[in-house]
């Protein structure tokens, strides 16, 4: 038997409608009809979530969610399913599992989370005022006996291809997500051709993920077409190295999460490819394990890149 490890958890959501408690969600009745008294429902709100506390950190297998019958199950359409261990904006920055297109009036659909790892677990409808209504939503997975994984950027080196002002490479390791840019916790390049930003971890690591926080008051589609390259080279400062992810865009002021699966590297560059633009990062994050290798030397490559005056 497959346990529904959401039923021992904790719930909230973003708003009350009527006695429709976040517990409904968890009361192991896939009852549908809302006279059935089984249903979530906040209120009509911009980006109405629902969050579970699994109390403690697990590996994610599955998201089951049941749909309302009686009314509305259109509703649910474009929700997001989010698993990780923050609580930054309510939990709502975490990881996506998935983006939900539909579920039929009044059918329940599994979502497949491939193991990921978390403590909570939110149901977000994005960038719309909307109504959120959940009959109920089962999880399975299993126990990870891991505290959440470090951020491995904090303690690094890091530069980039030109600097803007003040804003100098360390801004986007700082600890400090702030995303409007008179907060002075975003880097800048000046309008480059192919702009970069790099970390060097001082070790090799096995990198599972690299988080992105992207600039809030402007401009969020600068970073659209940014690569994530990640290996011990630095041929062209870094930028020849084996890709992650190409970044197709991460809406204005929010943390992006992308899964490097455990690819090897003592450098991760952030690149803007092809383009004249600046880049601006407000945040990156990095977990990953060290190799327990030394990185081959690549010292013929080395240059110091050339920063242009301030302005």
Known sequence: VITNIARGGKVTQSSLYGDAIPERAIDGNRASNWGENSCTHTQNQLNPWWRLDLLNKYYINTVTITNRKDCCPERINGAEIRIGNSLTDYGNTNPICTVI???????????????MEGQYINIVIPGRQEYLTLCEVEVTGQLT????????????????SSLYGDAIPERAIDGNRASNWAENSCTHTQNDMSPWWRVDLLKTYSINTVTITNR?????ERINGAEIRIGNSLTDYGNTNPICTVISSIPAGTSTTYNCKGMEGQYINIVIPGRQEYLTL??????GQLTGKTPSAELSHLKCPVLNSYR
Request: with cysteine; charged share 20%.
């Open 282 to 287: 407000c945040e990156v994050e990095v977990t």
């Open 145 to 160: 006996g891991k505290t959440p994984s470090a951020n491995i950027a904090r303690g690094g080196k890091v530069t980039q």
């Open 216 to 220: 809030k008051d402007c401009c969020p």
């Open 101 to 115: 297109s539909s579920i039929p009036a009044g059918t329940s659909t599994t979502y497949d989370c491939k193991g």
